[in-house]
């Protein structure tokens, strides 16, 4: 096992390639998930493929490039990929916020391995395989939302042992240079195949002599939360969401969810509750399996009896005697839901068909089981939403806060800098009153160099434009931020020192538009890059906003001991 080299290197690209040297200002896009403006945080599904790949003979490292030139300003990133020499690169392009990375850190792995192939996969990947093979840096697509078979048959290609011809999902270029469509036949209905994953990340840490690559997000070190897969796929058909029902139906063939066995969910959290006390949270709502799928999984991880904060999702309100059984089963529980917005006509648009009643019930349920946090989510930039609805949104939250208390945990944001490509807005965007503004994968590479976000985003609305959005973006901040304070959810000094991120924030978007209002390019460039170490501050107090999103450890970070015994395959 120790010391092995790699034959397939798994890498994950920063969002903008250049972002420790570009001038941009830091947006609040990513202030609702753990990891930076740099999104980070690779998929969960990178150590499934590892640990898949390994199972069948195939060394594979796993190296998250964003996160290893985010702790080290002087990290030499093509130095570090220079000394790299797999049979093949996988690169995941999931979210389209990385386009730019993806297609930036391609370009430069050919550049140094000009005979190493690159192979891409995820959710935008799918939706531009075609694209994509347009540049000369990339070679392969797998596409689908399972791509564990196709990735190894397509590594069996490159040993000389398969064709490519008979690779499911995947898209390739011929000798000839035209591209090449292989059948989307590979969906499997099931997840029982997925394997040992954490165990998997742990050993490759030593076998691969690396313990910083593997890292999932800026600061998982002190804070080492982990994600349990219950499932791909969804059962609901949210307007925005590139994971979707009818997304998935068209970008990977998927007709209905494939779950993972309650058995394996199970095994998952008992195994990291045992080399950590930090949270552990399940990807996806366990109800969408029905209730005995739902009742049987909460049943047998109580057996493993974990002390860990368990974090679940909620993508629709839930019977009373799911929060019960929550309660009776677990001594730290939280949950998560988002409405996206306060009014329900809003948010059936959405495809989100529930009222505040049904909201404000499922709330009081679940703080009387004794949940000990619940985090309920709103969006801005949404169809039907003006300015208006926004503050009222944040008045509700008031409300909420009144009536239930500081163990709720309300947050705002706007949707995303894109429209997920596949989802109902973007396939309909005049039915939603969406005008979509980026279109081609260029499009969306280049709005990400943006030094303003509000050029970054990728549509606007019937009721709001880009600068409407940024705008009531952070008036709708500030209104939350005092709230959370009065209601005791934020102490006076944190507060202050977040209005303060936050106005700064707006004052240099607002010399940001100043300079980009001159006529000579030169000039703009110039003005621009002195706002470089402003806008280097500004990322540096990006940890307020992610402290609102953790929960507690339990107790030591790591259980040292208990690795060592997995590492021997004691546990």
Known sequence: MVFAKPELVLLHPPSVYDFRKITAVPSPISDLVPSTPAFELYPIGFTFLGEYLERNGINTRIVNLAQRMLEDEGFDAPSFLSKLRPRAFGLDFHWLTHAQGVLE?????????????IILGGYSATFFHRELLNYP???????????????LKTMEVLRGAASPEEVPNLTYREGDGSIRENPLSYVPAGLEYLGDNYRYAIRSVFK???WKSPRAFWNWWSYPITMVLTCRGC????????GSSSALLELCGRRQPAFRPPERIAYDVSLISKFTTAPIFLVGDLQQGGRDYAMNTIELMSQVDPKNHLVFELFSPAPREFFD??????????LQISP???????????????????????????????CKKLDVFFMIG??????DSVLETVDYCAYLLRNFGPRLNPFIGPLAPFIDPGCPFFRQPDKYGIRLIHRTLEDYAQAALSPHWRDMLGYETRWMSRQDIVDVTYEALLELNALKSKNGLLSPKRAALNERRLRDTVSLLKLVDDILELPDAGMRRRELEKLSEECRRLRQRLYLPKEELMWPLTGSRFRMLNILRILMGWI
């Open 340 to 370: 996206d917005s306060h009014d329900p006509e809003i948010r059936e648009l959405l495809g989100k068909d529930y009222d505040n009643d049904e909201l404000e019930r499922n709330i009081g349920w679940a703080l009387e089981a004794g």
């Open 208 to 210: 691969y002599r690396d």
């Open 235 to 242: 059962t609901r058909d949210c307007g925005f969401c590139g």
């Open 105 to 117: 850190v391609s370009r430069i792995l050919k550049e140094i391995h000009p005979d190493i192939p």
């Open 382 to 387: 949404l169809p039907g939403q003006t300015r």
């Open 137 to 151: 840096q990339i070679d392969y697509v797998i596409r689908g939302d399972s791509t564990e078979v196709p990735l």
């Open 325 to 334: 059984r929550l309660g009776s089963s677990f001594d730290n529980f939280d």
